[in-house]
Structures are given as structure tokens and as C-alpha cells.
């Protein structure tokens, strides 16, 4: 389990072990990959384009059977496991620097229960075709079978060894694996952040951010389009459903 570090939930106050408290204005806005580009619009698209690639013809008649997104910390960690397409476009009316980003991200084992995910790519401000380099990384714990917390993993940049990096981490926010919401963020000031993957289908998946407050107001969209195929990594179907097993045996 990474450490828990004392931080604001949604009220003011909190631990980062709930799921905060209170009614707050929300500027979430579900986004369907597809309309991404509609939203966003010219002046910020440039050469890029958001809306979800077409799935390849294989010869085969389309499938009438939605596809089944992951609904445990299991099956969501089995989900991102490997190598992703990464493409943002930020949108802020106050405190933020508007652009769009491109690059690569990765998801990979790291310690047990705990994955690395590191991102990499080019940021672009809106109106500008000069690009800067830029480099993350997050540690995304699975040890708790009703949630998923998030850390920055602050010794990134440093070769220490996973237990100094996990010891180092600093605690940013959690998932919800049964509805993707993202809950119980660190904020600042009155500022209030809401949260939401939206996985449709199993080669790509939308995160969306919104902060809304006297320090800060935007919104960041990113879509992720899988460049691991399953078959690379040794995932299927089966490994999906028995990780939903074992993580429902877990909860009884």
C-alpha cells in the first residue's frame, strides 16, 4: 500500500482515504470521443485531430455485442497494462496555458500491486507552432479492491530504486473502478477538480479533467489509443473476466 499523505477532499478537509463530502458546482461535461474535435474547434486542433481512429476491416461483419468496459481495480489494471497514442488539448479561461500535446504513454508493472505510468510528447500553446518537451510520471496503486490511488511520483527524474520512489510519492487523487470517476483530489484554495475515464471500447479510452475556482478554470481532454496490441501483451477476454472474478471474490 503507498503511504497516504493529508491533502483537501471536496470540503476543505480530509485525509485522502474517503471519497470527500459536500455539494460543489461541477464543470464536468461528458465528452464523447467524437465530438472532441467539435468542442475543441480550429484555432487549438492546428494539425491534430482527436476523434476516435476507425476500427481496421478484418473481412468480418461489425459486432452487434457493446463492448463490456472493466469494472474492477483488477480489470482496470489488466486494461491499461501497455503502451498508448496520447493526444491532450487544454482549455483554460483562467490559470492555465491553453495548447494541445501529443506524445506517447505507458503503463508497466512496477512494484506488486502498483503500476508506472510515464508520458512523453511535445506541448504546443494555442496560436504557436513552437513545441516544448514534456515528461510525467504517476504511480497508480491497485492494492485496495474499491478504489485505485493515484501518486505523482516525485523521484521520477532520480535512480532510486522502487521502494524510495513509492516512499517519495505524493498522493494526487483516486479512481472508482465500478463508475471511473475520479474522487478525492488534492485541490488548492477554494479551486474544486472533477474527474472521468469513459472507456468504450478496448483499444482506446477519453479522460476528462475540469477545475473550476477562484485560482484556476479549464478543462483537459485526453485520448489514448492503444499501440500494444492485447495479443503482445498476453491479455484476452479470459484474462479480463478472471480478474473481475478474483476481484469480486475479494469483496464477498
Known sequence: MLPVYRHRDRTGTGTGTGAGAGTVASLRIPIAP?????????????????????RPFDGQPPSSTPYRRPVSAGGLRSYLLGEWELKKVMIYKAGGVSGRFEGSAKFD???????????????????????????????????????????????A??????????????????????????FDHVVENEDVCEGQIEITRAEAFMLTWSVGGPRQEGQI???????TPPEELNLSLEDLIKAEILERGMQS
Do not use: C, W
Open 34 to 54: 467524437g465530438m472532441l474535435a467539435v468542442l475543441v474547434g480550429a484555432p487549438l486542433m492546428l494539425s491534430a485531430t482527436f476523434a476516435t481512429p476507425p
Open 109 to 155: 508493472p512496477f512494484a506488486p500491486n502498483v503500476l508506472r505510468y510515464e508520458e512523453e510528447g511535445e506541448f504546443s500553446r494555442q496560436g504557436s507552432e513552437d513545441a516544448v518537451s514534456t515528461r510525467n510520471s504517476l504511480l497508480y496503486d491497485f492494492s485496495s479492491s474499491s478504489k485505485v490511488d493515484v501518486f505523482f511520483d516525485a523521484a
Open 157 to 182: 527524474e532520480h535512480s532510486s530504486g522502487p521502494e524510495e520512489i513509492i516512499e517519495q510519492a505524493r498522493f494526487l487523487h483516486s479512481i472508482r473502478p465500478d463508475t471511473l470517476e475520479l
Open 221 to 227: 481532454l485526453s485520448l489514448f489509443t492503444r499501440v
